[in-house]
């Protein structure tokens, strides 16, 4: 039972292993401009902050966290 635990556990922590440098992130967001395409490249941020009508979405990578603004449909770098 105890095993069970351990595994699910470890899967879980994997899970939240950042899959790619900030360099690959920033080549696959090349060509991104909006919400659903950036979402649909990279999925859902690792964290998400709201200012006013903006977002900042931010995606961890290996070597460190990359971040896009979000203003209504648009992404800006």
Sequence with gaps: MHIAAVLVALALA????PPSTI???VRK???VQSRAELE?????PHRLT???PAETWTYKA???EI?????G???RR
Excluded: I, P, Q, W
């Excluded at 994997?14 to 292993?17: K, L, Q």
């Design 62 to 64: 290996t070597d460190g």
């Design 50 to 52: 709201r200012t006013g």
């Design 14 to 17: 994997a899970c939240d292993t």
């Design 40 to 44: 649909r490249v990279l999925g859902k």
């Design 23 to 25: 360099a690959e992130v």
């Design 29 to 31: 967001s090349d060509k």
């Design 67 to 71: 971040s896009f603004l979000v203003v």
């Design 73 to 75: 449909d648009n992404v």
